[in-house]
């Protein structure tokens, strides 16, 4: 994928019904104010941006909950490198020899804040990109919405109700369900 900036700190996210796809350019090193940045691919040793690694964290907002408060709340325990550490969920740990795209399930109506760590081994520092979120669903006014919450309470209700007649037919079935005598 083509980034738009040369050091882009955005994470960018697209989806489907059944996968999240997640995608981030690579860092630069840092550099002091007033010098010229470092060439990005002139080699790989340990004084170029081949040493840094990436860490993708994710946070699950409350479910069912699609309020603009709670996605605020998400952001907000994912805005430091402390706290996504604290907070987040390690999905993956890269190294900048790995492609930057990493794959996971979407779960329509349940948010999702995702972050990425980068990190430097050299100079022990890190920094946090932007983080992004997504629900999975467009959210839109008209019919139909692909946002539906997972879980309704007559869907739950009818699996518990299918599953329990599963397991009498399993244990109790040879019992109640015996096939007639055949004739004398």
């Known amino acids: 994928m083509e980034f738009r900036m040369e050091d882009d700190p955005n994470i960018h996210l697209r989806f489907t019904t059944h996968e999240t796809v997640t995608e981030f350019a690579p860092a630069n ?27 993708l964290y994710q946070y699950f907002l409350p479910e069912g909950d699609l309020s603009e408060a709670s996605l605020f709340d998400g952001l907000a325990k994912m805005n430091s490198v402390r706290e996504v550490e604290q907070n987040g969920r390690k999905v993956a740990s890269l190294t900048s020899l790995d492609k930057t795209r990493v794959l996971g399930n979407a779960y329509a109506g349940i948010g999702v804040v995702f972050c990425v760590i980068v990190r430097d081994p ?10 992004a979120s997504t ?21 739950r209700v009818f699996f518990t109700v299918l599953g329990v007649c599963g397991l009498f037919v399993c244990f109790m079935g040879h019992r109640f369900l015996t096939a007639g005598e055949s004739g004398s």
Do not use: M
């Not at 840092?30 to 004084?47: I, Y």
């Not at 467009?138 to 539906?148: A, D, K, L, V, Y």
């Open 29 to 55: 090193l840092g550099v002091a104010r007033g010098q010229p940045p470092p060439s990005c691919d002139t080699g790989q040793g340990t004084h170029t941006r081949w040493r840094l690694t990436y860490e």
């Open 122 to 131: 050299l100079l022990n520092t890190s920094s946090l990109y932007v983080p």
């Open 135 to 155: 629900y999975s669903c467009h959210f839109s006014s008209r019919p139909p919405q692909s946002c539906q919450i997972q879980g309704q309470t007559a869907t």
